[in-house]
């Protein structure tokens, strides 16, 4: 509404207020608990003026919001800074914890003129270190095997008035606090999982208005998570090292107004008591009793005389820091499209899309009574559902008791009653509900909740073709469904944390959410289990599976892709810089395990439709890609001894490759396939003079194959940019909306909703109906069609990089995307014969456009034709061309 305000007015020549936007401490609006002794402080100017700019920025921080606001800080105030930047790294004295911070920023536009009055925002310090925590880390005194899940209680009295309260909680495992009878927060499956013998997480939380002058109560539950895992499946983790019975630790700090502090901690006088979770596993499902509730647990005037004392435990690990991203939530309630009723103790239904998340049940029925929740991807020709796809990796002899996505509820039977897992997630569309004596149910008995991590959506696509509407939206969904603090391969299977799936997806990801904070996060788990001898698992997190299998260059090149990627679309080199000695480690290793340029280390181009190319010449090329970027980042981070390295490493690779697989009289990789073609092209190793008969082949070859695709996950990552990049757009387009098998269109047309781990719908196995690993398209639509891409002399969308392909088969594409600037806007439309071309650059940035006009047609603004039309520049703006 208020967008189409400003657009009234800016019709009529009045402009949106100029200010700055968009304040952010870390990536995050006005966080609480931030540990980072730098912390990046981040802004934007809207200003929709044509060539609007920044040119002078000051910041001011201090603790008094009010003196910050007239320009004042006590902790840091930097000069009127001649600089256009739009992030800068906090550097005046040093931050003290638990302090909330207020920051401005005032900016100068372009003509020198002072923007109105300066912009305020905040954020406030955590613990800042180990050794500020008061709590003791507890837990239940019980084994590893016990199923009930533990609560834990403890209540304080007070007869001061509370002016401000925070709680910071650290889990091994998964907690939900509780103050007064009511659940803090809105956070799901708190804290993100992490290597827990090595990096702890802690959740800050303000919770001034849950306390109460007089009598409070704190109340947690703790759940297994990753870090007490009790199912049995293929990856071992029920044998993790770090494998414990859940503990917490907490500290509640209460501010009065005598200006007096006090902590409350978990220690000795918390009590302890099972409850109504009699079991929980983040990987199959709850099981819940609601007999056992024990109503007003987590309130003060309880009675828990028969409650147990609990038992200290030492920390899981000495590293204990904040969990400074956005957590996961149950973003999306989604409604039950259809129900049907089988008999009376028997209820399918179908949420309509598939998802990431829970189901909820609301229901009346006799105390005792068990209901069955199974979920499904799909089902049966007989209407029951069937998890045949994705249950083959939990172990046989534990099913009875540990059911696969399928959570258990034994009603109370004390009226109508609602259940929803606490610790555990699940893919599904459909839910069985079974009883073991009849219930009532309606369609509107049971709700879903979409749950990821609840990161910011920062671009759009929409066009003239259903399809690739439809293919935008699926990769969104299954980006999202694998989202959960670090990226998975799927969330019903496996929820492993695949690095080969993640890089391949990250440019999707980076288009479409602002997911730095997942990322980095990430990258840090990234770091906890790399070898000395630079080695990464397949998966991470992990329990220590995947130092041997499936971890090659073209699964673990996550460590130097997604820093870079980050680079690019923030233009932050922090990441990078925090990985570069890991990227090194790695790169070294490969070196000395093939000092001929060339490996054999890999999975090769995993799901392939039916050629093959050799595991060599994929991992070689992304072997490649990491020592490419390892001598960028070299570069970028001044390190000119290592530029100057690995540039020449990286020249060796691709000269191997080259020397192997490339016949240089026709361009042809190997035996010219899909695949053999489009990974060099992509990934830059192709000569310069054969690029265009390379292409031309890859273009020839899809031909011959009636524009059907022949590539497995990594051709899938390559081969549309391979042919876009290649003057070969046309061909890309007509694979991207390809509606027959095999092909991208053909799940949209048989019902996906979200992206498939197999081209063929009917594969026996290896056929999990959400993974992202070939979600590769989504970016290519903005890369290709919308031609938005960021430059990485300028990055961080300083400069944008604009080369839209006015493909035919579509009569309008529209894609935006949020930057660090603002948002850009690349609209096209067919008017006649001609194509009306918008454009919109944010403020304090700049783009170069390549218009598509090697058909002979000309460009024109304001109509007048211009005569640059190749890296033609503008100032931020909007602006309107046509190309007839
Ligand atoms: C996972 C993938 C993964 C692959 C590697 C599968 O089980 O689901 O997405 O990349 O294994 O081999």
Known sequence: MLCAIFQLLFLFGIHAPVKAVALKCEYLSNPIGIDAPNPRLTWQLSDDKQGAKQTVYQITVGTDSLAVSNGQGIAWQTDKVNSSTNLIAYAGKALQPYTKYFWSISLWDKDGKKIAAPTIASFETGLMGIKNW?????????????????????????????????????????????????????????????????????VSYDVTADLQTGKNAIGVILGNGWYNFQSVGVWDFERAPWRNRPAFCLDLHVTYDDGSVETITSDKSWKTSFGPIIYNSIYTGEQYDARLEQPGWDTANFDDTKWNGIANRQAPSLNIVSQAMQPIRNVEKIICKSMSKINDTTYIFDMGRNIAGVSQITLNGDSGTIVRLTHAERLYKNGYPDQSNVDYFLSTPTRKSDPFSTDIYKLSGKGQETFMPRFNYKGFQYVEVTSNKPISLTKESLVAYFMHSDVEPTGSISSSSELINKLWAASNASYLSNLFGYPTDCPQREKNGWTGDAHIASETGLYNFDGITIYEKWMADHRDEQQPNGVLPSIIPTDGWGYEWGNGPDWTSTIAIIPWNVYLFYGDPKLLSDCYGNIQRYVNHINELYPTGLTTWGLGDWAPVKSKTPVELTSSAYYYVDVNILAKAAKILGKAGDYAKYSTLATKIKDAINAKYLNPKTGIYAEGHQTEQSVPLCWGIVPDSLKAQAAAHLADSVAANNFHLDVGILGAKAILNALSENGQAQTAYRLASQDTYPSWGWWIVNGATTLYENWNINAPRDLSLNHIMFGEIDAWLYKALGGIKPDETQPGFKNILLSPNFVTGLDHFEATHTGPYGKIISSWKRVGKGINYAVTVPANSTASIVFPTNDGKKVYANGKELSIQNNYQLQAGSYEFEIK
Request: proline share 3%; aromatic share 16%; hydrophobic share 30%.
């Open 134 to 202: 008061k709590g003791y880390w507890i837990s239940d005194d019980h084994d590893i095997n016990t199923k009930p899940a533990s609560y834990f209680r403890k209540t304080f009295e007070t007869g001061k008035k509370i002016v401000s309260a925070r709680a910071y909680i650290a889990a091994a495992g998964l907690y939900e606090l509780y103050i007064n009878g009511k659940k803090v927060g809105d956070h799901r499956l708190d804290p993100m999982y992490t290597r827990f013998d090595r990096r702890n997480l802690y």
